[in-house]
């Protein structure tokens, strides 16, 4: 009794493609193209513009073709079958080769060093390879693949060789996969002792496939001169990592860079006719209001004719700490692995659990906010126009009802000093069902950064983009 020879992947076998058996019918061809519509709505829904035009265009152009021409339909038709097929067998190949060259050797290599019989070649029992010549024992398939015999018991050495061999593979594949994630070039941090800490000036990493720019001034801006050039109209945002927008934003994705975008489109609608129009972007991850007065008393307001300050209103208990205690890294201690950069983001999450963060009184608000007052006091010296930004959290803007006792004795304070302050709930609730209008509670995804680049140049300069 034998089995038939069998082949696990059978690549060899002839899979030409029939086609020849495709109808031309044109109700599938209808159905066919409102499906692309509706591919193409959910694009353009989602915000990929491109997408949309290419949907709408092929799917537009082979419904053309199979209406006038149904010859040359069903040869096109052929030809996505086959470049289909020929898809399917490269996925394929892809898809079984890390178990081919991963999966399958570790699964021996450990089987050499514990003696494992997976397929039972030596014992006295029926297996795919080895079949009883009676009926009352035929073999079943025990596992998919075989395995040598061996003689030799198991040691200690052999199992600690082994898992160190595993460890290193894994740390050494996974740091790989964090470098290509962009992990292990994080974005450094100095620690200015009347700031707190900033980033630090002049650097330039990708993080994600996003570009992350920092000027010598720490800015996330292009390169500015402190001096303002003439006939420049300048205006000068400083906020935290609502206005920082993290790694997951791309420079040019920021509400500070299509604003300033916007602005310079619109130069002629501007009241003092500028020949090109500056933002400047200053902010950090996790900054509070005593870390930007401290910039500002440091740097100053850098000659601006409209200064922003960008807050979401629950940042305004922070008080000036350090990169101490924040998953950061300074300049002088870059990390030298990804896995570090992980680990350090994972221990201080821990720690944060454990140790409980600040205990956050009253008091700590009450000064906070007058913090922001003395900013805005400060920036009213130099600055013709000074404006406070609130960014809604997310729960806000999908009610569209921003009620909430601090925000409304901030509000009351800013305004009652004589400062504007713009909260774009509006603007940012028409968007409220798109999925990157928030990339968490607080802050902004792409969607979000472009809706409230239009809602500033609207609010404070009466331009609609």
Request: one cysteine or more; charged letters at 20%.
């Amino acid at each position: 009794m034998s089995l038939p020879d069998y082949q696990w992947f059978n690549f060899s076998v002839d899979r030409s493609v029939q086609v020849n058996h495709i109808k031309y019918s044109k109700g599938p061809l209808i159905i066919n193209f409102i499906i692309s519509l509706c591919i193409a709505g959910i694009f353009y829904w989602v915000g990929w513009s491109v997408m949309t035009i290419v949907v709408i265009s092929v799917g537009s152009s082979i419904t053309l073709i199979g209406l006038c021409a149904p010859k040359l339909f069903q040869k096109i038709n052929t030809l996505f079958v086959q470049l289909g097929h020929g898809l399917s067998v490269i996925l394929t190949h892809l898809l079984f080769l890390p178990f081919l060259w991963v999966v399958f050797p570790i699964l021996r290599l450990q089987a050499f060093f514990f003696e494992e019989d997976r397929m039972q070649k030596t014992r006295n029992q029926s297996s795919y390879w080895f079949l009883r010549t009676e009926i009352s024992e035929v073999s079943q398939v025990v596992v998919p693949y075989s395995q040598e015999p061996f003689g030799k018991k198991s040691s200690l050495l052999k199992l600690i060789i082994l898992q160190m061999m595993v460890i290193i593979f894994v740390l050494v594949v996974g740091e790989g996969l964090l470098r290509f994630y962009g992990y292990g070039t994080p974005i450094l941090y100095i620690n200015p002792p009347q700031i707190g800490y900033m980033p630090q000036p002049n650097q330039e990493v990708s993080r994600r496939g996003n570009k992350i720019f920092i000027n010598s001034f720490g800015m996330r801006s292009d390169e500015v001169s402190k001096a303002k050039p003439s006939n420049v109209y300048r205006v000068f945002m400083i906020g935290d990592s609502t206005l920082y927008a993290g790694s997951y934003i791309d420079q040019h994705e920021m509400f500070s860079e299509r604003f300033k975008n916007l602005m310079n489109q619109n130069l002629k609608k501007l009241t003092s006719s500028p020949s090109k129009v500056e933002v400047l972007t200053m902010a950090a991850n996790a900054w509070g209001p005593r870390h930007k007065l401290g910039y500002l008393q440091k740097y100053g307001f850098f000659e601006a004719d409209h200064f922003i300050v960008v807050l979401p209103v629950h940042d305004i208990y922070r008080p000036k700490y350090s990169i101490a205690g924040l998953p950061y890294f300074h300049s002088k201690r870059p990390p030298k692995l990804a896995w570090e950069e992980v680990i350090n983001h994972l221990t201080w999450r821990l720690r944060g659990e454990y140790t409980g963060g600040y205990d956050i009184d009253d008091t700590f608000k009450i000064n906070g906010m007058k913090t922001y007052l003395q900013i805005a006091e400060l920036a009213k010296q130099s600055v013709p126009r000074v404006s406070f930004l609130i960014i809604p959290p997310s729960v806000a803007v999908m009610s569209n009802q921003y009620n909430d006792v601090e925000f409304e004795r901030f509000k009351r304070l800013i305004e009652g000093a004589g400062f504007e302050i713009f909260v774009p709930l509006t603007a940012l609730h028409q968007k409220s069902k798109h999925p990157l209008l928030y990339h968490d509670e607080v802050h902004l995804d792409k969607m979000g950064h472009h809706v409230l680049a239009s809602a500033l140049i609207k609010k404070f300069y009466d331009i609609s983009p």
